[in-house]
Every structure is written in C-alpha cells, then in structure tokens.
C-alpha cells in the first residue's frame, strides 16, 4: 500500500491523573489535538478514503467538554486516549493505522498495532 492520507481535529476536555507522583493531580484541561492515520490503494473514486467522513466521524466521537476519566474508566493518559480513539475509528475504518494525541505543542503520544 503506498498511499497515507491523515485527518486532524482538535476538541477540548478535562481529565486527572488519579496517581501522579503517588498523589492525584488536580483535574485540568487540555485544548487535544487527534491526528488519524489512514492507508491504502486509490478506490475508484482516486483517493483512499474521504475526508469529509473521517472528520464527521471525529467529531460525533470525540468527548468535547466532558471529564476524559468518566469514559475512559479512570486512566486518562494521551496514550490510552489515543487506543480508545483508535478501537472506535478501526471499526468504522479499517484502513487507519495510527493515532496521535496531543495534550499540548510539544507533548503527544501514539497509538497503532504495528
């Protein structure tokens, strides 16, 4: 497969760390930034799959203004989000391989089956 194309969109939500350093952290925001990573061959169409539906799927998914704790089970870490985006858009799009998540500019992290 030679061709990746990636969808980005960002929403904002709470969360804590309920043992940081061996103390819970104060419950905080973060203005996340999701970048999806698709692959594939060129469908009929020319592309591998449409933008448009990626970036309507990320918006009915992603948990804007909610506590990140409440739907991922209490560990609200980038890297389990980053899963947890992954399992839903997998299902609905086979061909994503990757998911970034960034909590700020300089700190994200990832998550893909390879």
Do not use: C
């Not at 990573?37 to 933008?51: M, N, Q, S």
């Not at 560990?75 to 839903?88: G, M, N, V």
Request: hydrophobic share 40%; net charge negative.
């Amino acid at each position: 497969m030679a061709y990746r194309v990636k969808v980005v969109r960002e929403f904002s939500a709470a969360h804590f760390l309920e043992s940081y350093r061996g103390k819970p952290e104060p419950i905080h925001g973060h203005n996340y930034r999701v970048e999806v990573i698709l692959e594939g061959d060129l469908g009929d169409e020319g592309y591998v799959v449409d933008f448009l539906e990626i970036n309507s799927f990320l918006k009915e998914i992603l948990p804007e203004h909610r506590n990140l704790n409440e739907i991922l089970g209490g560990k609200s870490t980038a890297e389990i989000l980053a899963h947890w985006i992954y399992d839903r858009l997998k299902e609905r799009f086979p061909q994503t391989v990757e998911v970034w998540v960034w909590e700020t500019g300089r700190f994200a992290a990832s998550y893909s089956e390879r």
